[in-house]
């Protein structure tokens, strides 16, 4: 896994520069960009850490561009920094996924601690994500019929149930439970039900 950047997005150079500072003398790495334009067209998929974001901002401010990372499925988490916040616009802030709302000039330490708990947040992020993926990979090997019993067995019903259901007899049910193990990698009916729900399937 890379090493973590923070990513800074103020209109303002002397934050930046401010910003950018501070952070580097706590050893870590920073980009910083002057609006949410510049940091989307610079954007790549293998960006990894957290993203520090001015709410206000000519153009897009930034809890449009908070919605807009959440549309673009961009994992990066969000650490908000403003002038002049008031309490809708924090609790717009946090109901979106920001890990804090915080006010300039900001403390050195606060921000570090919230720089910290955002890597923290991002490293499970990509973890879920790569999780996510896998388990998608591993349903796209069930047949057509094998994602029905799957579902079927994952709901709580029996072979027999499932038999009836499908009109097929209870041994190729035990013979399409068996491969659909295999083929998801779960070690029981709990394990397959998680991978169900954590794919959407049972929904």
């Known amino acids: 896994m890379q090493e973590p950047t923070v990513f800074i997005v103020d209109d303002d150079a002397a934050v930046r520069?401010?910003?950018?500072?501070?952070?580097?003398?706590?050893?870590?790495?920073?980009?910083?960009?002057?609006n949410a334009k510049t940091f989307l067209n610079a954007y790549q998929p293998n960006?990894?850490?957290?993203?520090?974001?001015?709410?206000?901002?000519?153009?897009?401010?930034?809890?449009?561009?908070?919605?807009?990372?959440?549309?673009r499925k961009i994992l990066l988490p969000v650490i908000f920094l403003t002038g002049h916040g008031d309490i809708p616009m924090s609790v717009r802030a946090i109901k979106g996924g920001a890990i804090d709302f915080l006010t300039k000039p900001v403390i050195r330490e606060k921000l570090l601690i919230c720089v910290r708990a955002a890597f923290t947040?991002?490293?499970?992020?990509?973890?879920?994500?790569?999780?996510?993926?896998?388990?998608?990979?591993?349903?796209?090997?069930?047949?057509?019929?094998?994602?029905?019993?799957?579902?079927?067995?994952v709901q709580g019903h029996s072979n027999k149930e499932i038999g009836s259901y499908l009109g097929i007899s209870y041994r190729t049910v035990e013979i399409h439970k068996s491969k659909i193990m295999q083929k998801t990698g779960a070690n029981n009916l709990l394990d397959l039900a998680r991978i169900a729900r954590e794919s959407e399937l049972s929904e």
């Open 47 to 71: 960006f990894f850490g957290c993203v520090i974001i001015d709410v206000k901002m000519p153009g897009m401010d930034g809890l449009q561009l908070q919605e807009e990372l959440a549309w």
């Open 17 to 34: 520069d401010s910003l950018t500072l501070m952070i580097e003398q706590a050893g870590m790495h920073v980009q910083s960009f002057e």
């Open 121 to 153: 947040e991002a490293k499970k992020r990509l973890s879920d994500a790569t999780q996510n993926r896998e388990i998608t990979t591993c349903l796209t090997k069930l047949t057509r019929r094998e994602r029905e019993v799957m579902l079927l067995a």
